[in-house]
């Protein structure tokens, strides 16, 4: 598909905070929001991947800077809030990418405390981040958006940690949308299924190890319920997130987008 897209500045002038900046979506979404004009603040615990993509994205003419950030940590959120407005003085999206994966076992099965760390990366400091960028996305009309997951529409016993967690997130999405609604500022959640990038390929190669098969039996299977017969890359995925940080949803709030190719849906 990629020789289908041609890039427009749909974010031109829009400062854009986006967290959990890693090697798959995070930094896709850095990457499509630069190639659309936005200016970037980027949130991760290692410098040393913000400072390779700050690097990468000195070919697109945005603004980059970079915040070492504990996303679980509140002294260090309030520093990303700060960096951002004194950087631009605006802030006009807050992604929230980051996330933690739960022990992949039955739930009942699951030690409560080891949930409870992976809901401070996955609910908590989404909510906390709400809060702290809400006056400066109040004065520019702006959104939120939360990185969710098709794992909401899964019932599979390993999955049921993850499940729990998303689906915390994604009432903790439509819950900010009423609440700030009135101040102008929309919240929207998005739900990948299998996104193709290097994490699902080591993954895909893991299985097929497992199974005595080849990646490409593996992405077959896996892409067999999609409409489409294919897996979303993490360029799509961000393309559609974006979306909804773009004037063209001013009136879409309170929204989970599916971007699945077809996977889940009535």
Do not use: W
């Not at 427009?8 to 190639?35: N, T, Y």
């Not at 439509?174 to 739900?191: F, H, K, Q």
């Amino acid at each position: 598909m990629e020789e289908r897209y041609t890039p427009v500045p749909l974010l031109r002038g829009k400062v854009v905070v986006i967290s959990g900046i890693g090697p798959g979506l995070g930094r896709s979404l850095a990457f499509e929001a630069a190639k659309m004009g936005a200016d970037l603040v980027v949130a991760s615990r290692t410098e040393a991947r913000l400072l390779e993509l700050q690097a990468d994205l000195a070919a697109y003419d945005v603004r980059v800077v970079p915040v070492v950030t504990d996303v679980t940590d509140e002294d260090s959120r309030v520093a990303l809030r700060d960096a951002a407005l004194e950087a631009f003085g605006r802030v006009d999206c807050v992604i929230n990418n980051a996330f933690a994966i739960p022990p992949m076992d039955p739930i009942t099965q699951i030690d409560p405390r080891k949930l409870a760390r992976v809901n401070e990366t996955n609910v908590f400091a989404p909510l906390r981040l709400a809060a702290l960028f809400a006056d400066a996305l109040a004065a520019s009309k702006g959104s939120i958006i939360m990185l969710n997951s098709c794992v909401s529409f899964s019932s599979q016993p390993e999955y049921a940690g993850y499940k729990l967690s998303k689906g915390a997130l994604e009432h903790l999405a439509s819950s900010l949308a009423t609440e700030l609604g009135p101040r102008g500022i929309r919240v929207n959640s998005v739900a990948p299924s299998y996104i193709y990038e290097d994490v699902n390929r080591g993954y895909f190669d893991f299985l097929a190890a497992v199974d005595g098969t080849t990646h490409e039996e593996v992405y077959a299977q896996k892409a067999a319920p999609t409409d489409l017969q294919r897996l979303a890359s993490s360029e799509e995925v961000a393309r559609a997130t974006l979306f909804l940080a773009s004037d063209l949803a001013s009136a879409v709030t309170g929204q989970m987008l599916t971007v699945d190719c077809g996977e889940f849906h009535s």
